[in-house]
């Protein structure tokens, strides 16, 4: 099943959303304007908005209210990506130039945090102090997170701990933060929100981890970009972390650097393939689902949890 | 006087103390503090009856704000170290997150919208700098000013007492346009010299660096001309600063003296 089709009794309020989101970006400059709808129609999975309004239906839902959150927080994912990519140098993302491609950098930095600024502008409508402050710890944990992922880069000692900590931070915690938010938004009670929390947590790391996989297992077209880039750029993740386990891999992984060519990366990323590496990164994604899909059954049934249900298992086994 | 001084002197460690990363600061260019607008925020919460801890908190939170969209500045497609540019990004969302954060958790949800609101209009002015969108010199000098000044006056308009007036802005213009002038002339670029050379070429774009001397003569009369006459309007209107102090008396009497008149300097010379 296609990933919209899990949650089609939400398409006209997806489409709000969609309508919103273009109405939100309006600047004086007509340029400003045009970089920052450039990154909105890129498309995207939209996954953040479709998760604050399925963890909105365990409550008051109001899509007049809700649509503030779901805007709010794929705004500051989208401020985010257009900062990343002055931050990696990247010229395409989903196949499309980048704003600091199509302009500069630092016509990125200012539509990034232009849009950053909308977007918490539209979130003070609403009134719930938790969610400000839910929402600002994410942000901050966020950008700690990455600056932590720099200073791991190339550095080959470090253990599985320290990965689970940054992709918790990377990825995990704004999907957290969406579908709590969400259930906020919709005045859920606390012991509900605070379970919404965790299944968005145990969601995004195992999204994180198969996004490390498919690193490894995609093909150059599959990616976009050839594969093992993570680890040529010092990234060190969950495959190459099991596969260090093996002291001749760890060796061979050890001498990774900026420069190699993309035959000496090709023949350790087959090292790291053959070594079981990537079926225990599996496995470990395996477990952050089932502690996801676990959560769910404490919580009542209705529509939403089918939804976030089969759409757990859908990025926790996707192939692409 | 002493009190201001003491007061910004405080506030300006607190700053010091959030911006400061160790990490960051060892590759990353050391983020500057504009102490000129932390002395107009001390200057006006110093006339509001409110607790210290929430003026200082307010402060701080725009103190961070202004400081992380001063770090995005240091961005360029020149930076020859990897590492010092995506650092400078990130130190720049951090210091961003980080007044989200002061404000939120002091559960102050409308200065929040005031000042992302200000953040927005910032950026709307830069990017009309940056890209030359301004079609005469008028347009531009309001450009600059509202991008060096909307933060602030979002903030003061915040609590409607009519603390803000143009003349504040002025100030903040014409230390932009010193500083403009003094990075022209010590690497023969600046973006408000370029926006201002395209506009009296008539739109077309010419290199800075390209000039020839009567171009570039021509063109530091024009902005010598500008400094001039914002430098006039805050002398005649200095008595028009809801919150002056001393403190602030004497950095903007600084501040000014930093600009001899284009004519007086022609006299002097000639």
């Given at each position: 099943?296609k990933l919209k089709?899990?949650?089609s009794?939400?398409?006209?309020?997806i489409?709000?959303?969609?309508?919103e989101?273009g109405?939100?970006?309006?600047?004086?400059?007509?340029?400003l304007k045009?970089?920052?709808?450039?990154?909105?129609?890129a498309?995207g999975?939209?996954i953040?908005?479709?998760?604050v309004?399925l963890?909105?239906k365990?409550?008051d839902?109001?899509i007049?209210v809700?649509k503030?959150v779901?805007v709010a927080l794929?705004?500051?994912?989208?401020?985010?990506?257009?900062?990343?990519d002055v931050?990696?140098?990247?010229?395409?993302r989903?196949?499309?130039?980048?704003?600091?491609?199509?302009?500069?950098?630092?016509?990125?930095?200012?539509t990034?945090?232009?849009?950053?600024?909308l977007a918490?502008?539209l979130?003070?409508n609403?009134?719930?102090?938790e969610a400000?402050?839910i929402?600002?710890?994410?942000m901050?944990?966020?950008?700690v997170?990455?600056?932590q992922?720099i200073?791991?880069?190339?550095?080959?000692?470090?253990?599985?701990?320290?990965y689970?900590?940054r992709i918790k931070?990377?990825?995990?915690?704004l999907?957290?933060a969406?579908?709590q938010?969400?259930?906020?938004?919709?005045?859920v009670?606390?012991?509900?929100h605070k379970?919404?929390?965790l299944?968005?947590?145990?969601?995004?790391m195992?999204?994180?981890?198969i996004d490390?996989?498919?690193?490894?297992?995609?093909?150059?077209k599959?990616l976009?970009?050839?594969a093992?880039?993570?680890?040529?750029q010092g990234?060190?993740?969950?495959?190459?972390?099991?596969?260090?386990?093996?002291?001749?891999i760890k060796k061979?992984?050890?001498?990774?650097h900026e420069?190699m060519?993309a035959?000496?990366?090709?023949?350790?990323?087959?090292?790291?393939?053959?070594?079981?590496?990537?079926?225990?990164?599996v496995?470990?994604?395996?477990?952050y689902?089932d502690?996801?899909?676990?959560?769910?059954?404490?919580?009542?049934?209705?529509k939403?949890?089918?939804a976030?249900?089969?759409?757990?298992?859908?990025?926790g086994?996707?192939?692409f | 006087?002493?009190?201001?001084?003491?007061?910004?002197?405080?506030?300006?460690g607190?700053?010091?103390k959030?911006?400061?990363?160790?990490?960051?600061l060892k590759?990353i260019?050391?983020?500057?503090?504009?102490?000129?607008?932390?002395?107009?925020?001390?200057?006006?919460?110093?006339?509001?009856?409110?607790?210290?801890?929430?003026?200082?908190?307010?402060?701080?939170s725009?103190m961070?704000i202004?400081?992380?969209?001063d770090t995005?500045e240091?961005?360029?497609?020149?930076?020859?170290n990897?590492?010092?540019?995506?650092?400078?990004?990130?130190?720049?969302?951090?210091?961003?997150?980080?007044?989200?954060?002061?404000?939120?958790?002091?559960?102050e949800?409308?200065?929040?919208?005031t000042l992302?609101n200000g953040?927005?209009?910032v950026?709307?002015h830069?990017?009309?700098?940056?890209?030359?969108e301004?079609d005469n010199?008028?347009?531009?000098?309001?450009?600059?000013?509202?991008?060096e000044s909307a933060?602030?006056?979002n903030?003061?308009?915040?609590?409607?007492?009519d603390?803000w007036?143009?003349?504040?802005a002025?100030?903040?213009?014409?230390?932009?346009?010193?500083?403009?002038?003094k990075?022209y002339v010590q690497?023969?670029?600046?973006?408000?010299?370029e926006a201002?050379?395209h506009?009296?070429?008539s739109?077309?774009?010419?290199?800075?660096?390209?000039?020839?001397d009567?171009?570039?003569?021509?063109?530091i009369?024009?902005?010598d001309?500008?400094?001039?006459?914002?430098k006039?309007?805050?002398?005649d209107?200095?008595n028009?600063?809801?919150?002056l102090?001393?403190?602030l008396?004497?950095?903007i009497g600084f501040?000014?003296?930093?600009?001899?008149?284009?004519?007086?300097?022609?006299?002097?010379?000639g």
């Open positions: 099943m089709m899990m949650y009794f939400l398409n006209s309020d489409n709000i959303i969609e309508k989101l109405e939100t970006i309006q600047a004086r400059s007509l340029l045009q970089a920052s709808m450039h990154t909105l129609q498309g999975k939209r953040r908005p479709v998760f309004l963890a909105g365990y409550g839902y109001d007049n809700m503030n779901a794929e705004l500051i994912h989208m401020a985010s990506l257009v900062h990343d931050i990696d140098d990247a010229d395409l989903r196949g499309q130039p980048t704003v600091k491609a199509k302009w500069d950098s630092q016509t990125a930095m200012y990034g945090d232009f849009v950053f600024a918490l502008k979130m003070t609403i009134k719930n102090p400000h402050k929402l600002a710890n994410t901050v944990e966020v950008t997170g990455e600056i992922q200073k791991d880069k190339y550095r080959f000692n470090q253990n599985l701990r320290d689970l900590r931070r990377k990825t995990a915690l999907i957290a969406s579908c938010l969400g259930a906020i938004a919709a005045n009670e606390e012991s509900v379970k919404l929390y299944f968005g947590y145990f969601v995004g195992s999204y994180q981890i490390d996989i498919l690193d490894f297992t995609g093909t150059e599959e976009g970009k050839p093992g880039g993570d680890l040529l990234n060190i993740t969950a495959p190459a972390l099991f596969a260090m386990e093996n002291k001749e061979a992984i050890e001498t990774v420069n060519t035959a000496e990366i090709a023949k350790i990323i087959t090292l790291i393939k053959q070594s079981g590496a990537i079926a225990k990164s496995a470990l994604s395996d477990q689902l502690k996801a899909l676990r959560i769910l059954d404490e919580l009542p049934d209705n939403a949890k089918k976030l249900r089969d759409i757990a298992k859908f990025i086994r996707r192939k | 006087m002493q009190e201001i001084r003491q007061k910004f002197t405080c506030m300006k607190k700053v010091e959030y911006v400061f990363n160790n990490y960051l590759h260019e050391t983020p500057i503090i504009d102490e000129d607008k932390l002395l107009i925020l001390v200057s006006i919460t110093d006339l509001l009856e409110l607790p210290i801890a929430k003026l200082e908190n307010y402060t701080l725009t961070l202004q400081t992380a969209l995005h240091h961005i360029s497609e020149k930076t020859d990897e590492k010092s540019r995506q650092l400078t990004v990130l130190a720049g969302d951090y210091y961003s997150g980080l007044y989200y954060k002061l404000l939120a958790d002091s559960e949800i409308m200065m929040i919208k992302s953040v927005k209009e950026n709307e830069k990017i009309a700098v940056y890209h030359k301004s010199l008028e347009n531009l000098m309001n450009n600059i000013k509202s991008l933060l602030l006056k903030f003061a308009n915040y609590f409607q007492l603390l007036n143009e003349q504040t002025n100030i903040l213009l014409f230390k932009r346009l010193l500083a403009e002038k990075q690497r023969k670029w600046s973006i408000v010299f201002i050379m506009i009296i070429n739109h077309d774009d010419v290199h800075l660096s390209e000039l020839t009567k171009q570039q003569s021509h063109l009369n024009v902005y001309q500008l400094l001039d006459r914002t006039q309007t805050i002398e209107g200095m028009k600063i809801p919150f102090n001393e403190f008396e004497s950095r501040l000014v003296k930093q600009h001899q008149p284009y004519v007086k300097t022609f006299l002097e010379e």
